[in-house]
């Protein structure tokens, strides 16, 4: 088992910066992929960003070049910064894990899930 939690969420203005953090516990974090989703109401929850044991990273393109993936397997602590907000990066911030090598981008390819923690950016 993993257990995550994340951390970070807030509100902030457009052009604006934040930083997600998500903790985890449990099974080792060095073998595990760890990946950020978000969802808006009404929405899907869709997938942000990803990234591997070898710290090797993926982006949707909706947040490409803002938005930056991280990783401490000596404190088994993933990040997530987030630079140059937009209205519609508002929505429930997600921190995920899978027991594997390789990221995916599906949020069904993740079994352990955070509680999620609340983005808001006003314009």
Same mark, same amino acid.
């Given at each position: ?8 969420? =807030? ?7 934040? *930083? ?8 080792? +974090? ?5 990946? $950020? +989703? ?6 899907? *929850? ?6 591997? +044991?070898? =710290?090797?990273?993926y982006?949707?393109?909706s947040v490409? =070049?803002r +938005?930056?993936?991280? *990783? ?5 602590? =993933? ?10 990066d ?10 594997? $090598? ?10 352990? $899930? ?10």
């Amino acid at each position: 088992q993993v257990q995550l939690v994340e951390s970070g969420g =807030g509100l902030v203005q457009a052009g604006g910066s934040l *930083r997600l953090s998500c903790a985890a516990s449990g099974r080792t +974090f060095s073998n595990i992929a760890l990946g $950020w +989703f978000r969802q808006a109401p009404g929405k899907e *929850r869709e997938f942000v960003a990803a990234i591997n +044991f070898s =710290g090797d990273s993926y982006y949707a393109d909706s947040v490409k =070049g803002r +938005f930056t993936i991280s *990783r401490d397997n000596a404190k088994n602590t =993933g990040n997530l910064q987030m630079n140059s907000l937009k209205p519609e990066d508002t929505a429930v911030y997600y921190c995920a894990a899978r027991r594997s $090598w390789i990221y995916r981008t599906s949020p069904n390819e993740y079994a352990y $899930w955070g509680q999620g923690t609340q983005v808001t950016v006003s314009s």
